[in-house]
């Protein structure tokens, strides 16, 4: 069955230090993995996607995600967090195909 | 540069009402996508359509309707609101490929009481 898991459905940090949002997927096919932020009262913006190429993917905000097929993971990563990237964060799976699967989201509450 | 624009943003329903969510989006996305967000619970689709004309539905289409007359346009209409149907509503829209990512709209708050 495809699905995506976000283990973490709540994480704190403090300002400035560094950020792993966990994603795991099962998926069939080749995936195409997407990071979607939300914030308070906001539909999903697009962070960063992954479908070929290099493993490592940068995307807005300094956030970046790895690819790792043998784990079937896309974690995100952000070295040093910003009070204004407290939000839901959602994970998201597709091929080719005509739909997504989402995460159902990790909140980040940040810390001054 | 609208992208996705959804109306109402708020909306409050009696038990038994009907009412129409609208969706529209000015990228010529062929494909768009209707969700519901329940807390804890990610975004379920509801309805999706790959172009005017074609609509399918997705994971929990029960007491949902669409059609999609122009590529503009996807409207979801409630018949018969139900104290189930309170949520936020998400609109989304995208190009063809797979690899494309999908564009949001702003959402729909809905409260059935």
């Known amino acids: 069955a495809q699905s995506v898991t976000q283990p973490d459905i709540h994480i704190t940090v403090s300002e400035g230090a560094s950020l792993e949002l966990r994603c795991n997927y099962s998926?069939?096919?080749?995936?195409?993995l997407f990071w979607y932020v939300q914030s308070p009262g906001q539909g999903l913006q697009l962070l960063l996607k992954?479908?070929?190429?290099?493993?490592l993917v940068q995307g807005i905000k300094g956030f970046e995600a790895e690819f790792k097929r043998s784990q079937s993971s896309f974690n995100l990563r952000k070295p040093s967090v910003h009070w204004s990237d407290a939000a839901e964060y959602f994970c998201?799976?597709?091929?080719?195909?005509?739909?997504?699967?989402f995460g159902t989201g990790t909140r980040l509450q940040v810390f001054p | 540069n609208a992208g996705v624009t959804q109306t109402p943003k708020f909306r409050i329903l009696k038990i038994g009402q009907s009412m129409t969510l609208q969706c529209a989006q000015d990228?010529?996305?062929?494909?768009m996508y209707w969700y519901r967000q329940d807390p804890g619970m990610g975004l379920k689709l509801i309805y999706y359509s790959v172009g005017a004309g074609i609509t399918d539905k997705g994971e929990v289409p029960n007491g949902y309707n669409v059609s999609r007359s122009t590529t503009e346009d996807f409207p979801l209409r409630l018949e018969l609101a139900a104290p189930s149907q309170t949520s936020v509503y998400f609109c989304a829209s995208r190009p063809r490929g797979g690899n494309q990512p999908q564009h949001f709209g702003d959402g729909t708050r809905l409260s059935i009481l």
């Open positions: 998926y069939g096919a080749t995936p195409y």
């Open positions: 998201a799976v597709g091929g080719n195909t005509d739909k997504l699967i």
């Open positions: 992954y479908f070929s190429g290099d493993t």
């Open positions: 990228m010529n996305h062929n494909y």
